[in-house]
Each structure stands twice: as C-alpha cells, then as structure tokens.
C-alpha cells in the first residue's frame, strides 16, 4: 500500500506562485509513475504532469512552462511537488496526488492506482 498526503493548496491571485506538496509513504516497489491530477468544478479528473520514472515528466498542454513537476527521496518515502507558477483562474481545482504500481499478474500487466485526498487551489483576485 502507498498513502499519498497532498498539501500547499491555498487561495491565490492570477499571476501568482504556488507550490503543492505529496508526502508518499509505505512500499514504493514497483511504483512506475507519480503525478498530479486536478478535477474543477463539474469536469472530469485531468492529468497535470507526471514524472515517469527513469522516462521523464509529461505535461498537459494547459500547463507546460508554466507548472514543474519534481521530487525528493526522504527517509519515510518521496515528497512529490508541482510548483505553479503565472496562475489563472482556469487553473482552479481540487488537486490530486497520484501514483501508479505496474505488476505482472496472470499473463499481463496489471495497474494499482493510488489517491491522495486532494488539496484545494483557487485562483481569484
């Protein structure tokens, strides 16, 4: 199992920065990928950015060069963060950790997908 903490989310202006944090803990085996999801009011849960590892970080068209996806081993597991920066107020949302375990399972491959609760961002002057 993996838990995923997401913190950093707040009320900011258009224009301004914010950094979201994903505190992950437990077994990191065969974890292949961790990433940002975002659902806005009424619309579906998208992709932000994901760092596949050993094969990159994608991005949402909405959000290249504006957002950055990194991450920091610690002791008790990864700290995952999307810094985000010149804000608009379509990049309003609840905020989604994400991390996704690939696994050989009866002949093919198999996907665990594993959620924080979320962490709001408002962009409104």
């Known amino acids: 199992q993996v838990q995923l903490v997401e913190s950093g989310g707040s009320l900011v202006q258009p224009g301004g920065s914010l950094r979201l944090s994903c505190e992950a803990s437990g077994s990191m085996y065969s974890i292949k990928d961790m990433g940002w999801y975002r659902q806005a009011s009424g619309k579906q849960r998208e992709l932000v950015g994901k760092m596949i590892f050993g094969n990159g970080i994608e991005y949402s068209d909405s959000v290249k060069g504006r957002f950055t996806v990194s991450i920091s081993e610690v002791n008790a597991g990864r700290i995952l963060y999307l810094q985000m920066n010149a804000l608009k107020p379509e990049d309003t949302a609840e905020y989604y950790c994400?991390?996704?375990?690939?696994?050989?399972?009866?002949?093919?491959?198999?996907?665990?997908?594993?959620w924080g609760r979320g962490t709001q961002v408002i962009v409104a002057s």
């Open positions: 994400n991390a996704g375990r690939i696994y050989w399972n009866n002949g093919a491959f198999s996907r665990d997908d594993y």
